[in-house]
Each structure stands twice: as structure tokens, then as C-alpha cells.
Nanobody
Framework: VQLQAYGGGLVQAGGSLRLSCVTPKRTTSNNGMGWFRQAPGKEREFVAT????????NYADSVKGRFTISRDNAKNTLYLQMNSLKPEDTAVYYC?????????????????WGQGTQVTVSS
């Protein structure tokens, strides 16, 4: 199963980007979804998660109030709206599909991953 993440790029600090992740409907329409990121030389970390119908979301403290996760199951697409970007947000961002319908901040709860999209925030 291949998830396609896109929308990354180079942006100045304080700017915004919206990431999208196209998901295979049959595989992910009833699954929780999440965004993770990995900066150079660092471990992969949780960013945001959403349950199967969008009714429950959770965020890492570092992005709370700046990022918004959402999904449109009719379009089989997951989104991450990123505002007030900071240089420390620079990373490769990955979307992932959870094993169950719930939201989760734990990477081992996810079994399908996208290929990643690079986000670079300049100071």
C-alpha cells in the first residue's frame, strides 16, 4: 500500500505550508491517520494524528496551536496545515495509516507509511 505525501517546500520562518497525503480508500478510510517527521540526525517524531472520522485529533506540544490535521474521506486525502513555521520544523514529513480506527501518537501503531516530503524553513 502506497501513501503519496506532497506539498513540502522551502518557506521563510513565519510562513505556511499545507501538506497532503493521498491514501488508498479501501485501506485507510476506516483507519486513524498521522503525520510524523524526521530531522537530519534526529529520531522520527510524532507530529499529529486524527481518528477515522476526524472527530478526534492530537498534536505534539511543539506544534500545538500552529498545525492542524484534517482529513477528507470522500477525497481519500489527509492534510496538515502548518502555520507560523519555525526553522526547527525543518524535516522530512511522513504520513501514515494506523492499524485501527483510533488516533495514535505511537509509530508502532502505524503499518502503512508514505515516502515523505521535505519541509525546509529558513530563518
Amino acid at each position: 500500500v502506497q501513501l503519496q505525501a506532497y506539498g513540502g517546500g522551502l518557506v521563510q520562518a513565519g510562513g505556511s505550508l499545507r501538506l497532503s497525503c493521498v491514501t488508498p480508500k479501501r485501506t485507510t478510510s476506516n483507519n486513524g491517520m498521522g503525520w510524523f517527521r524526521q530531522a537530519p540526525g534526529k529520531e522520527r517524531e510524532f507530529v499529529a494524528t486524527i481518528n477515522w472520522n476526524g472527530g478526534n485529533t492530537n498534536y505534539a506540544d511543539s506544534v500545538k496551536g500552529r498545525f492542524t490535521i484534517s482529513r477528507d474521506n470522500a477525497k481519500n486525502t489527509l492534510y496538515l496545515q502548518m502555520n507560523s513555521l519555525k526553522p526547527e520544523d525543518t524535516a522530512v514529513y511522513y504520513c501514515a495509516a494506523a492499524r485501527g480506527a483510533w488516533s495514535s501518537s505511537t509509530a508502532r501503531d502505524y503499518h502503512y507509511w508514505g515516502q515523505g516530503t521535505q519541509v525546509t524553513v529558513s530563518s
